[in-house]
Each structure stands twice: as C-alpha cells, then as structure tokens.
C-alpha cells in the first residue's frame, strides 16, 4: 500500500511542478489507477491534462472534438 501512496504523491509532486492546478491534479489523480509505475501514471495524468486543456479545434485537426 505504501508503494502506492507513493506513487501517487510522485505524480502529485510532478503535477504541481510542472505548473498544473490543485483542481486539476485532484481530478487527475481521481481518474487514474491506483497502482502502476510513477512513469506510466505520470504518463497518464498528462494525457489527460492535455485533453481537458486543448481547444477542441486542436485535438483532431479538422475543427471538431473528438468523440
């Protein structure tokens, strides 16, 4: 368990370091697995951060959002 909580606190830390908002970490961090590797949630998280901050234009390139 404490592996896990650990993981999580990385990917929090990260998060935060790289400017993301308590909001948005706290969704993030809600929307994920509870366990895996620190890179591959880290990964995750990103991805998801990304989505929810692209304009929808931007996400597929033609002016529509993705479904």
């Keep these: 368990y404490r592996i896990i909580y650990e993981a999580v606190?990385?990917?929090?830390?990260a998060l935060e370091g790289l400017g993301y908002g308590a909001e948005e970490v706290r969704y993030v961090l809600d929307t994920l697995p509870d366990d895996g590797p620190v890179e591959?949630?880290?990964k995750e998280a990103?991805?998801?951060?990304a989505v929810e901050r692209a304009p929808s234009a931007v996400l597929n390139g033609n002016g529509k959002g993705r479904a």
């Design 9 to 13: 606190e990385d990917v929090r830390a």
């Design 40 to 42: 591959v949630l880290l």
């Design 46 to 49: 990103l991805k998801l951060l």
